[in-house]
């Protein structure tokens, strides 16, 4: 078997827990798998920590939105005075 890189694809297995665990699967050897990452859970922090982020500067974008829709009806009171 080879990979859309034309390399020869290793024969590996699926380690994490589900239906197909213990499955065997042709890769490519190009692929980052999870078992070759040094620390996974670190990785996990990392994504955790920037959807974290996302949703503060979505609030954060809500809340400037509100002031500039304040600021918009104060500017057209003014220039009707």
Do not use: S
């Amino acid at each position: 078997m080879y990979c859309y890189h034309n390399e020869i694809a290793p024969l590996r297995v699926v380690k994490h827990n589900g239906p197909n665990q213990g499955k065997q699967f042709y890769g490519c050897p190009h692929r980052p798998w999870t078992h070759e990452v040094p620390n996974v859970d670190d990785l996990q922090c990392m994504v955790l920590e920037k959807d974290t982020a996302l949703i503060e500067l979505e609030h954060g974008k809500k809340i400037l939105n509100k002031e500039v829709e304040e600021l918009k009806a104060e500017n057209a009171k003014l220039e009707d005075m």
